[in-house]
C-alpha cells in the first residue's frame, strides 16, 4: 500500500506565503514524477507544478516566480512553498505522485489540504 499525507495548509493574507510537503510512505521502488494541483470549488483540478526525478519542474503560467516546487528522493517528500498568495488561489491543495511498485506504476493522490487566502 501507499500512502500520501499532506500538511500546511491553512488561513494566509493576501500576499502571504505557505509551505506545503507531501510525504510518501508504503511499497515505494521509486517515485518518478511528484506534482501539486488544486481544485477551487465548483471548478476542475488544475496543475500547479511538478517536479521530476532529476530535479527538472514545471510550472504553471500563474504560478511562475512566485510559487517553487521541491523533493528529496530519501525523504519521500515534495514540497509547495508559495509566495504573494491571491484570494483567487484559494482552493483544495493535492498532492500526485506517478509511483513505481511491485504491482507496476501507478499515480497516487494525498487527501487534499485547504489553503485559503483572505484577510
Known amino acids: 500500500q501507499v500512502q500520501l499525507v499532506e500538511s500546511g495548509g491553512g488561513l494566509v493574507q493576501p500576499g502571504g506565503s505557505l509551505r506545503l510537503s507531501c510525504a510518501a510512505s508504503?511499497?515505494?521502488?521509486?517515485?518518478?514524477?511528484m506534482g501539486w494541483y488544486r481544485q477551487a470549488p465548483g471548478k476542475q483540478r488544475d496543475l500547479v507544478a511538478t517536479?521530476?526525478?532529476?530535479?527538472?519542474?514545471d510550472y504553471a503560467d500563474s504560478v511562475k516566480g512566485r510559487f517553487t516546487i521541491a523533493r528529496d528522493n530519501a525523504m519521500k517528500t515534495v514540497w509547495l512553498t508559495m509566495h504573494s498568495l491571491e484570494p483567487e488561489e484559494t482552493a483544495v491543495y493535492y498532492c500526485n505522485d506517478r509511483i513505481a511498485t511491485m504491482g507496476g506504476a501507478y499515480d497516487y493522490w494525498g487527501q487534499g489540504t485547504q489553503v485559503t487566502v483572505s484577510s
Open positions: 508504503g511499497s515505494i521502488l521509486s517515485i518518478y514524477v
Open positions: 517536479i521530476l526525478g532529476d530535479g527538472s519542474t
